[in-house]
């Protein structure tokens, strides 16, 4: 996290608006972009940003990234007939708008706001210039970057090599770490919809719904309004023990 | 590129084995990475490859990242039942072993030289030490990981949205600014077998047959042995006025 959520008293306010924890439990990756956001040179403007606000349209000139505080910011592909795929559910910590860093011309994704969000917007050239002087900042950046690169890729050599349940099953699993998920006895509750389920999985709402709904009755998942219940490290092994299963009918063992 | 291809004469070879041009004429951004190539404290070591080896398999430890200075280099993506799936084709300027920089303990890729190539293989440890000495590198290398993302995002969302034609299209466009591409007087003569290309597409290989044929009928482009002569700029109008028609059926317009 860019500030530490529970010592509020600790909470500094700078003059950017941005604020910084005194606290040595930070993560030093964390406070690396922490550290970052400080510098006035960077023009951040910090945002209340409230639920259902786009903070960019696909067709938007990319000039900003966006650090998240707290809150919660989706992002979606979106093709030129409006049907949307979700890629991103972030959280405190993540960040977005990577299209900026890479100087495309447009944002080519949308990001919302699912709740209440606070943000610091980042002018990408001021950024460019500031991280030529804070080298960890952008090693950091860097990293981060690179572990975007390596789930976009596993998800697209997901789209061609998995089929529906097991895309669905890497899917849940991998939102059990986002923001959209909140710990519970049995595992994780994970705030989403059928409808945003599918356009993460690439596949229609019917079949999404079809596939819970033997996952339900296989007892790994409950199903409640717009939320789903579940175990990710049982969905985890069924994953792996249906993935045996097909190679050994593939091969015929 | 990291050397001045049509120099050699002014091209001097460092205690490194990393070779450096004194051409002022350089891009400024490569010239930020033939730079960082010379850090002794990299430990980095050049090496030539001949056609075929495999740099790096998708179980390997991700150690080390590779920068092509001759040559070409393809990435695949292989599952469990050895199904491959061509990411990129990378040439002089390029690089690759993207999962080592996000701290991935696995490659998750299969990198293969396709011709004798000449690489310099940097040691993920060290070279993160040296971009915290050399920002310009870090944000240079930071700006092509975002890139590759774009590009990765671009086409998980041409899985999902495009139909298979489509994709062929745009993968033959995005292919011919590739090391695999060779300009002509027709446009570009793409070295690639149909298979290599329907791994790319994510379909059959006779699904990529069919519409090649397809497409030649429409003498957009001519095929020969293991090569594809084409002109981008014909490919990209027909795929847009493709587009707009198969708008204008869904649209009942």
């Known amino acids: 996290m860019f500030e530490h959520g529970n010592t509020q008293q600790n909470v500094s306010r700078n003059h950017n608006g941005t604020q910084t924890s005194s606290h040595s439990t930070l993560q030093a990756e964390t406070s690396v972009l922490a550290e970052l956001l400080l510098n006035p040179a960077l023009n951040a403007k910090r945002m209340n940003v409230p639920a259902g606000k786009v903070l960019y349209e696909p067709g938007a000139e990319a000039k900003s990234i ?12 979106v093709d030129e ?18 299209a900026a860093l890479s100087r495309h011309p447009l944002y080519g994704e949308q990001a919302t ?24 900042a952008a090693v950091e950046l860097m990293k981060q970057l690179a572990g ?15 089929d529906c349940h097991e895309r669905l099953l890497k899917t849940l699993v991998r939102f059990s770490h986002s923001a959209a998920a909140t710990p519970n006895a049995e595992g994780v509750v ?18 999404v719904s079809l596939a819970l709904t033997q996952l339900r ?22 994953e792996r023990q249906r993935g045996r299963s097909h190679d050994a009918v593939i091969n015929g063992g």
């Open 113 to 136: 706001a699912v709740v209440a969000t606070v943000v610091t917007e980042v002018p990408v050239d001021r950024l460019l210039q500031v991280l030529s002087q804070q080298p960890k």
């Open 217 to 238: 009755q296989q007892n790994l998942l409950r199903t409640g309004r717009n939320q789903l219940t579940f175990n990710p490290e049982n969905l985890r092994s069924f």
């Open 190 to 207: 994970l705030r989403i919809t059928h409808q945003q389920l599918a356009q993460a999985v690439g596949v229609a709402r019917e079949t």
């Open 148 to 162: 975007k690169l390596s789930a976009s890729r596993a998800d697209a050599a997901g789209l061609v090599f998995d």
């Open 81 to 98: 007939n409006a049907n949307g795929r979700l890629i991103e559910i972030l959280g405190p910590e993540d960040w977005c708008g990577e």
């Open 66 to 77: 966006y650090f998240i505080h707290r809150g919660q910011v989706r992002t979606y592909r």
